[in-house]
């Protein structure tokens, strides 16, 4: 019984004995792996491998085995969650972008296109007001000019009269003693007084001095009339072309006006709808960006990236797994 005993006994210590020589060989395998990984669960595992009971460090690496498969699998669930909530996101900021930018360059154009008819407009009807107080002008004057050339002409006609009807009696006196005259000179001849040194021919050449001189002013009067009437028609005539191009004028600058008008208030109503839509747009906008930053922090990595956390994962997992049939090597046997 006692050499039966003590069998049993060296047999447990060949056991332990290779279950430690095992755990430490584990152990060395963890750490490599650690080191050439960058593993820092691999080597917190490494240095309990060779403390833990055999069977508690077997349990350990397949717990961990599992709980590292199901960070994968969650990690790439996330990971897909996230890559799909930054695509849309990214769609959304980009698309965003693009409206606002395109708003803001269609309220800057319509501002400066409604400034510009409103200053157009300005001076259209300044224009307008500047054709008006001309034509008023224009309009007092030939009144004015009118009246004084219509006033012109009636006295030159009054004094043409004045002047026929003066010639008229001259020439009728004129002519009379003429022929008293001729009576005279016919009949007994009377003395001439002393103071004449030829005979008493009557009063011919004095009557044709007085009536030339006054057809003469007749002829100026009605030069006067003549060229009175010949302005007032020149001035007239004037007046109307004036008139007729300032209303064409005034006419076409009320119909810019109008139309103007009518396009500053197509533009005012779609510069306060691109308002609205550049204030809603940026909205969004501002709510994509916001949930982009709220993303980072799950799905942005500023350190290692996925691909790298998968792979490392996947070597600490495969390194379990080995690590795991060393130990598994040790029950075969």
Known sequence: MLQKAKGHSLAALRVDATSQQLQDHVAQYLQRQAHLTGSRVLSLLAARVREDPFGKVKKLIKDLIVRLMEEATAEAEHKGWCDTELATNEHTR?????????????IDELSASIAKETQEIAELVAGIADL???????????????????????????AQTAVAQALTVLKDFYSKASEATA?????????PPPIFDSPYK?????????????????SDFARLEADTKAAEAAAQKEYDTFITDSRVDKEGKETDVEHKTAKKGAEEQALSSAQSDLEG??????????????LKPSCVSEGVDYDARVQRRQEEIESLQEALRILNGKEIA
Not at 94 to 106: G, P
Not at 202 to 212: L, T
């Open 132 to 158: 008006d107080k001309a034509m008023a002008e224009a309009t007092d004057l030939r009144k004015s000019e009118k009246e004084k050339n219509e006033e012109t002409i009636a006295d030159a006609q009054e």
């Open 94 to 106: 980009k698309e965003k972008t693009a409206a606002v930018m395109m708003l803001h360059a269609e």
């Open 202 to 218: 009557g009063m011919g050449d004095e009557a044709g001095g007085v009536v030339g001189m006054l057809e003469v002013i007749e």
């Open 281 to 294: 747009t940026q909205k969004e906008l501002d709510a994509a960006l916001a949930y982009f930053d709220k």
């Open 183 to 191: 009576l005279l000179q016919q009949g007994q001849q009377p003395t």
